[in-house]
Nanobody, 124 residues
Framework: QVQLVESGGGLVQAGGSLRLSCAAS????????MGWFRQAPDKEREFVAAVNWNGGSTYYADSVRGRFTISRDNAKNAVYLQMNSLKPEDTATYYC?????????????????WGQGTQVTVSS
């Protein structure tokens, strides 16, 4: 079983930056693809970014490409999301997810393990 814990969320002004972290425990996720998803009130959960097992391939939603960067540190059993040039429409709860396969996916149903989420609020 894998437990995921996100951190790093908060309140930031538009144009600012935040770095989200996701710490995995229970077993190593070095062979897993990892993803970030977000959900705003009254909206469906949406894909943000994903990385394959070794960090060699990354994927981004069009809405965040060029502003967000996903990375991982398998030695620390962790994944990160650097968010720059934040916009009010980025406001949401951000979730880290683990997929027990090496290839990443943009579909949330292909991720088996989820964290509890961290709130990101961007003020205008």
């Amino acid at each position: 079983q894998v437990q995921l814990v996100e951190s790093g969320g908060g309140l930031v002004q538009a144009g600012g930056s935040l770095r989200l972290s996701c710490a995995a425990s229970g077993r190593t996720v070095s062979g897993y693809a990892m993803g970030w998803f977000r959900q705003a009130p009254d909206k469906e959960r949406e894909f943000v970014a994903a990385v394959n097992w070794n960090g060699g391939s990354t994927y981004y939603a069009d809405s965040v490409r060029g502003r967000f960067t996903i990375s991982r540190d398998n030695a620390k059993n962790a994944v990160y999301l650097q968010m720059n040039s934040l916009k009010p429409e980025d406001t949401a709860t951000y979730y880290c997810a683990a997929r027990p396969r090496g290839d990443a996916s943009t579909w949330y149903l292909q991720y088996d393990y989820w964290g509890q989420g961290t709130q990101v609020t961007v003020s205008s």
